[in-house]
């Protein structure tokens, strides 16, 4: 879960929902969450503090256990380090006590985009962007004369169990498929917050690639630094250079594909060449 708003500060924007939409999913999970005994049906890790190596990372699990998620993951998160725990389920350890493996769901929170390339990571992970439909000066106060949950009354809570009910049902009815949600604006995170603001415009003015078209990435390279030159005193290495120019080709919706990266290979000279491809347009 993350936002959908558009950032090219790399600065966590938040106040989407997504924490307090984790309290209501929480609270279908376990209906008296504070009660002796259920606070392990939905266990809240910070993720800035997460340490994927921590023998005992997950030490506030238990059998009970139906839902994790990492709170507010920190920059840079490496999604390949929960593989396992997502696959073949995660095992709780605590001191002096016998460990034991448990499947559950896991759930991400995060305020920045995380690069999810490779099928490894699509096998095992589904965006959600949240909108900033609220934000510091339109609270849900300000238009509902009440805060979520806190003011709401019973024939408001039956409501809220009806419709998420209703997509239960949804989710039964079409077999039990999640599909991808649309992405809003998430490919262009990805872009802007694991690239540079320099290099996007670079791409959109300066390089303004054409479909089919292989292009010399040393050319490329050596003309960015040329135009940019404050990234020569910062030292970009070519290889982050091509870096960027694979997240721009396989984010960009202009290159909206799988297969963006066609013929990309050494030449004898040790150039490295890229094709752009643009997406099949289907029939209508």
Request: proline content about 3%; overall charge neutral; some cysteine.
């Amino acid at each position: 879960m993350t936002d959908a708003k558009v950032s090219y500060t790399n600065e966590p924007n938040g106040r989407s929902g997504k924490s307090l939409f984790m309290l209501l999913i929480s609270a279908i999970l376990c209906a008296d969450a504070n009660a002796a005994g259920n606070q392990k049906t939905v266990v809240n890790v910070p993720g800035k503090n997460f340490d994927p190596t921590d023998t005992f990372r997950y030490q506030q699990a238990s059998h009970e256990t139906k839902l994790i998620y990492l709170n507010d993951v920190k920059r840079g998160f490496r999604t390949e380090t929960l593989f396992n725990d997502i696959t073949d389920g995660l095992t709780v350890n605590r001191k002096n006590k016998a460990s034991f493996t448990i499947k559950v769901k896991m759930v991400l929170i995060s305020n920045l985009s995380i690069d999810l390339a490779g099928d490894s990571n699509k096998a095992r992970f589904c965006v959600f962007e949240f909108s900033d439909y609220f934000n510091a000066q339109h609270d849900p106060e300000s238009e509902f004369k009440t805060w979520f949950f806190t003011g709401w009354d019973e024939a408001e809570y039956n409501r809220t169990y009806l419709f998420l009910a209703q997509c239960c049902r949804a989710f039964f009815s079409d077999g039990c498929k999640l599909p991808q949600p649309a992405s809003i604006n998430y490919q262009q995170r990805i872009i802007n917050e694991h690239t540079s603001r320099d290099f996007v415009e670079y791409m959109q003015m300066d390089w303004k690639p054409e479909p089919g078209i292989l292009y010399d990435l040393k050319f490329q390279y050596n003309e960015f630094l040329t135009n940019y030159k404050d990234w020569q005193q910062r030292k970009l290495a070519q290889s982050k250079f091509t870096i960027w120019v694979q997240k721009y080709m396989n984010n960009s919706k202009e290159w909206e594909n799988y297969n963006k990266i066609e013929n990309y290979h050494r030449e004898a000279g040790g150039s490295t060449f890229v094709k752009f491809i643009r997406p099949k347009q289907e029939n209508t």
